[in-house]
């Protein structure tokens, strides 16, 4: 080694084309971070420069300069537009397009103005609501400060649920006000359905076709920039690859005399190499009912043997009718396009008027699964004309009901059976009564998590929570506190639950009053509906704690609501805001201004479905 030293500096060719001390420190650090992929790829780089010579670096300068950015952002509530967005910035770079990637939150509204080329992936919350990370976004986008954008290129695409009445509107608003500001469609906005893969596929497709040539002409000159691969922890099972986890546990915990059936499930995660926080929630993959699909059959006149072809990943595949009917289409959830569908095919006169009506049609699909709509009007129907019909299955995301810090390579839920009856006939949802009734310990369930950063316990141990979880929304409150118990957190902890009645309906009772004693739970209140006269829900608790609940807001408490939707996320956050209005001495819209404030400050954060 002394020689070579030597010789290199009495070499003055040498001398003149080696690095100094300066621009080696400076190359080591650059290069420290690489993988063996990196740095093989950085060595080809630098090796083809040195032959280009001085006249490549000048035609990089120059090509470098006028590159456009395609700027893609999401708006998602549990991760399916982050996803989406994911996949679509992986095909633009792959095509040779400069692309930056963002969560919607984290873009400044106002740059706007500067972008030459934009894409929106954009879920819808609730009843038409923007997301949490949305929410400034949309309200600036949609308000008076909005700039004009006749230099802009866009498109959006809209996830949501046609079974809702604000279908995909966060995507319509941003379409339409985009549009309404003077920017330019590369594509028609594209609205999906729970069931959005293909579309999806084919949106991101069009896209990239439409804008390749614009936005990699300039940079052609450029070898093209690959991603490599990095080591990380991260599991390789999603919602496209889940995984075949072990069902280890399915109790009961509602009383004998309970109106409801409540288990609690256990599913071990094994070598997996999965993991959540609190707050996620678990996809469930399952299958019909045979006893359903059998049903089904029966009332299409057909026999179940028929040969039918369906798209999976990509590529036909030939099932059975009845293997296509119990593993890959959705039957007991309508979607109101079904209930259209099968109204012009059976040419019924009652159906035909459910189906004029589109909130009308919306309801009818929301109470009658898809065999009830067949015999609301039977007729016969070619086999593959009729699975071409139906929704593919969908998993079910359940919140998880368990801390990883406490029951490491399992995960819990906590499940309600959904049980009813259409025309005197007996009815179950599809995922619940699988996990409920069909699924037996040691089988396995296919499943993956939905991450979800927009319901998360506070950074600091220390800051006070108020968790609002009647029925089934107290699972996300019981990982909460496993959490909690797990960090030796400090900060205060207020439960507020409801049910039916306290002694069959008390989700993990014992759990609840464990925490209290140990004084991990703070306060509890609940209200048990039917164990008087007069019925009492948590917003009633809610409003005899008025004053208390608003000075844990002002000292800076974080506010949870996890359940149902349609009625209780509503009535409880009307009654939230008649506390801080009353208690704050603010006008109503004040108050609602205060309660916006929270939620752009994720202190208030909701899980409802």
């Known amino acids: 080694m002394p020689q070579k030293q030597l010789s290199l500096q009495q070499n003055p060719n040498t001398v003149s084309s080696s690095l100094d001390a300066n621009q080696l420190t400076l190359l080591q650090q650059a290069t420290s971070s ?13 090796a083809a420069k040195s032959e280009q010579g001085q006249s ?8 470098v300069a006028p590159a456009s950015t395609l700027t893609i952002l999401y708006a998602s509530q549990t991760g399916n537009a982050k996803g989406v967005a994911s996949k679509l910035e992986q095909s633009a770079k792959a095509a040779g397009i400069n692309v930056v990637l963002k969560n919607i939150a984290d873009y400044k509204a106002k740059a706007l103005k500067n972008e030459s080329h934009l894409l929106i992936v954009a879920s819808t919350n609730g009843e038409g609501e923007a997301p949490d990370d949305a929410i400034e976004f949309h309200e600036y986008l949609l308000g008076k400060k909005a700039p004009k954008l006749p230099n802009l290129s866009y498109s959006v695409l809209a996830l949501g649920d046609s079974s809702y009445e604000f279908f995909c509107q966060t995507g319509k608003d941003f379409d339409e006000r985009l549009k309404a500001l003077g920017a330019k469609q590369v594509t028609p906005r594209v609205d999906c359905d729970i069931d959005y893969d293909s579309d999806c596929e084919s949106w991101t497709v069009n896209i990239v076709e439409s804008l390749k040539d614009e936005l990699t002409q300039a940079t052609s000159g450029l070898a093209p920039v690959i991603d490599l691969p990095t080591a990380g922890a991260e599991s390789q099972y999603s919602k496209q690859n889940p995984y075949e986890a072990e069902f280890s546990l399915s109790q009961k915990i509602t009383g004998r005399d309970s109106a409801k059936d409540v288990r609690h499930i256990e599913i071990d995660l094994g070598e997996s190499g999965l993991t959540y926080q609190p707050g996620d929630a678990l996809g469930v993959y399952f299958e019909n009912d045979s006893s359903l699909v059998a049903d089904l059959i029966a009332t299409l006149s057909l026999t179940g043997e028929e040969k039918i072809k369906l798209k999976v990943n990509g590529a036909n595949q030939v099932f059975t009718l009845t293997d296509a009917l119990t593993t890959q289409l959705e039957i007991t959830q309508t979607a109101p396009a079904f209930v259209e569908f099968w109204a012009k ?37 070619d086999p593959q004309f009729f699975v071409e019909s139906l929704r593919k299955i969908t998993p079910r995301l359940y919140s998880i009901a368990s801390a990883q810090a406490e029951v490491e390579e ?5 499940v309600g059976l959904v049980s009813f009856y259409t025309n005197g006939e007996p009815r179950t949802g599809g995922a619940s009564s699988f996990l409920a009734n069909r699924l037996e310990e040691g089988q396995n369930v296919r499943v993956f998590v939905e ?12 800051t006070p929570v108020i968790m609002i979880g009647p029925g089934t929304g107290v699972a996300p409150f019981r990982a909460f506190m496993q959490e909690r118990e797990a960090r030796d957190a400090n900060g205060d902890n207020w439960m507020f639950f409801g049910d039916q009645t306290f002694t069959q309906d008390f989700l993990y009772q014992v759990e609840w009053q464990n925490y209290l004693k140990s004084g991990l739970l703070t306060r509890m209140d609940v209200a048990f509906s039917r164990d008087q006269a007069t019925k009492i829900y948590v917003q009633d608790r809610l409003k005899e704690q008025a004053s208390d609940v608003f000075a844990w807001l002002e000292r800076g408490a974080h506010l949870y609501i996890c359940g149902d939707m349609s009625r209780m996320a509503k009535d409880v956050e009307a009654t939230l805001l008649e506390i801080i209005s009353e208690q704050g001495q603010l006008s109503s819209e004040q108050a609602e201004q205060y309660l916006k404030d929270l939620r752009s400050n994720k202190r208030y954060q909701k899980d409802v479905y």
């Open 451 to 462: 991450h979800n950063d927009n319901f998360r316990l506070p950074q600091s141990d220390d």
């Open 410 to 414: 399992e995960v819990h839920l906590t």
């Open 56 to 63: 490549a670096q000048v035609s990089v300068a120059s090509a």
């Open 345 to 381: 095919i059976s040419g019924d006169k009652a159906l035909t008027k459910i189906a004029a009506d589109k909130n009308t049609a919306r309801e009818y699909a929301g109470e009658h699964q898809i065999i009830d709509v067949v015999k609301a009007a039977k007729t016969e129907i």
């Open 34 to 46: 690489y993988s063996s992929l990196q740095l093989a790829w950085a060595s080809g780089y630098l």
